[in-house]
């Protein structure tokens, strides 16, 4: 059964580059799963980031498209969120997730990692 | 983009109590709703997909149901343990927006 592991710094530098691994064991990232990064702010709700297939095809959130770049590497087994010109508002909670079951329906998750933005 | 509009944001209610929680979306996305239950210090976790269909292993007192721009989940004789705020998300295409959460308490 697939598992999925974040990991990555848990403090960044308001302006830099947020940058977060997930690591996939138990089944190949080479499948017809969709690999997604979801978070959520303390306080408030789960927000959608977005999702890398291994063929290269990504989806993205409008609203964080432009600072937001999702990638598989099949090599690793793994896939990558890099988020940049991040400011305070970016701080939550991260977590990978993929649909093994349903496309689009998240029912895998990592256990998520918090990132908080602060000099 | 297509937005999801949850009603109440919180709500209270004894135990044995029927709850239940709207999700509305701002165009029809036929049935590709799920409902996530998420419960403080954990992960997120599916209860229903396909806007009805019961996740293998999720007690039978949660239901669902809803098409197009109207859904409801429906949970029969609140437990101490349903205690957890709960997403409704649409799947049909990216992005796949989450509602904004209902809180669920028990009084």
């Known amino acids: 059964q697939v598992q999925l592991q974040e990991s990555g710094p848990g403090l960044v530098k308001p302006s830099e580059t947020l940058s977060l691994t997930c690591d996939v064991s138990g089944g190949p990232i080479n499948t017809n799963n969709w690999w997604s990064w979801v978070r959520q702010p303390p306080g408030k709700g789960l927000e959608w980031i977005g999702e890398t297939h291994h063929s290269g095809i990504t989806n993205y959130n409008l609203s964080l498209k432009s600072r937001v770049t999702i990638s598989a590497d099949k090599s690793k087994n793994q896939f990558s969120l890099k988020l940049n010109s991040v400011t305070a508002a970016d701080t939550a909670v991260y977590y990978c997730?993929?649909?093994?079951?349903?496309?689009?329906?998240?029912?895998?998750w990592g256990q998520g990692t918090l990132v908080t933005v602060s000099s | 983009d297509i937005q999801m509009t949850q009603s109440p944001s919180s709500l209270s209610a004894s135990v044995g109590d029927r709850v239940t929680i709207t999700c509305r979306a701002s165009q029809g996305i036929t049935n590709y709703l799920a409902w996530y239950q998420l419960k403080p210090g954990k992960v997120p976790k599916v209860l229903i997909h396909a806007a009805s269909t019961l996740q293998s292993g999720v007690p039978s007192r949660f239901s669902a149901s809803g098409s197009g721009t109207d859904f409801t989940l429906t949970i029969n004789s609140l437990q101490p343990e349903d205690v957890a705020t709960y997403y409704c998300q649409k799947y049909n295409s990216a992005p796949r927006t989450f509602g904004q959460g209902t809180k669920v308490e028990v009084k």
């Open positions: 997730a993929t649909d093994t079951m349903v496309r689009g329906v998240l029912h895998k």
